[in-house]
């Protein structure tokens, strides 16, 4: 079975704390993703990657910045936390297999930004 | 760019009855993908179905089942014999033609579903 962990299940930052969220999966997919999930927004993209050192903007990476330096570990990285980024964060893998495949996602991240 | 607009933000069904979650979306694109996905509470969200744009035969799960209506741009996720183990939020997800390093989904706001025992 495919595996994909969050380094943490609930996170309290305040304000102005540099975050840092992590995501392993197990199964060596090339492609790795972080949204964020708001009750009333669903699921949005802030970065994916499509390889190691790749990066691609989402739809609101404002605020955000990302690295992967292995093909397994695609971290989320908040410079500046504020309360607006206070969410749940899910990570996601995917194996590129052609057009239907899946993504795969971990159990989330929920921050609390105070 | 594509949106995808899930309408009823909370449904509720008897155990062992049907319920339908409905999904529409908004593209210019002649070929793409859709999705189901359920996330159970405090559990990992999983993919439930999924379908491709020129097919024209709805996909088949077991008890999930897809009414896709390509002119309508609606995509209906169908739940025969409710179990209390599909109470869930539904999320309904929208991909283009995908080439290798674009795979981004468009996902809706979701539906809560509620099974009454």
């Known amino acids: 079975d495919v595996k994909v962990t969050q380094s943490s299940r609930y996170l309290v930052k305040r304000t102005g704390e540099k975050v840092f969220l992590e995501c392993v999966q197990d199964?060596?997919?090339?492609?790795m993703f972080w949204y964020r999930q708001d009750p009333g927004l669903g699921l949005r993209l802030i970065y994916f990657s499509y390889d190691v050192k790749m990066k691609e903007k989402g739809d609101i990476p404002e605020g955000y910045s990302v690295s992967r330096e292995k093909k397994e570990r695609f971290s989320l990285i908040l410079e500046s936390a504020s309360t607006n980024q206070t969410s749940m964060y899910l990570c996601?893998?995917?194996?590129?297999?052609?057009?239907?495949?899946?993504?795969?996602f971990g159990p989330g991240t929920r921050l609390t930004v105070t | 760019a594509q949106t995808v607009t899930q309408s009823q933000p909370e449904m509720s069904v008897q155990e062992a009855e049907t319920v339908t979650l409905s999904c529409t979306y908004d593209t210019s694109e002649s070929d793409y993908y859709l999705f189901w996905y359920k996330q159970p509470p405090s559990r990992q969200m999983i993919l439930v179905i999924r379908q491709e744009a020129y097919k024209q035969q709805n996909a088949t799960e077991n008890r999930f089942s897809v009414n896709f209506q390509k002119a309508a741009k609606s995509f209906s996720l169908k739940i025969s014999d409710s179990q209390l183990g599909d109470a869930a939020m539904y999320f309904c997800a929208y991909r283009s033609d995908p080439n290798f390093g674009n795979e981004k989904l468009t996902f809706g706001t979701g539906t809560r579903l509620t099974i009454i025992p």
């Open positions: 996601a893998s995917s194996l590129w297999t052609g057009k239907l495949n899946e993504q795969y």
């Open positions: 199964m060596d997919h090339e492609n």
